[in-house]
Nanobody, 122 residues
């Protein structure tokens, strides 16, 4: 099994930046899709960004502001978040799955972290 642990959340003002980190307990190779999800109060969990090999995807609301990256040598995944807005507030989860179709087509990924809170105030 893969354990994922997020860090880097916090409280910032509108326009600020945060960098989330996700540490995996074991090596995750290129065959895994990895990504970040977020869940705001009263809202469904949504996929914010994912990366597989050299291909990344972002939900429209974060394009141009967020960047997902991974360092396989360190078993790490990152989410750089810039120009943050109050609507970005939520619990951010790191996730991974070796089943790429499931990772691309669903939000029911196999491995999840415990989440880290991001709060953006106006």
């Amino acid at each position: 099994d893969v354990q994922l642990v997020e860090s880097g959340g916090g409280s910032v003002q509108t326009g600020g930046s945060l960098r989330l980190s996700c540490a995996a307990s074991t090596y995750i190779d290129d065959s895994f899709v990895v990504g970040w999800f977020r869940q705001a109060p009263g809202r469904e969990r949504e996929r914010v960004a994912r990366i597989l090999g050299g291909n990344s995807y972002y939900v429209n609301s974060v394009k141009g502001r967020y960047t997902i990256s991974r360092d396989q040598s360190r078993n790490m995944v990152y989410l750089q978040m810039n120009s943050l807005k109050p609507d970005d507030t939520g619990v951010y989860y790191c996730a991974a799955d070796s089943d790429v179709p499931r990772g691309y087509e669903t939000t029911s990924w196999r491995y999840w972290g415990q989440g880290t809170q991001v709060t953006v105030s106006s």
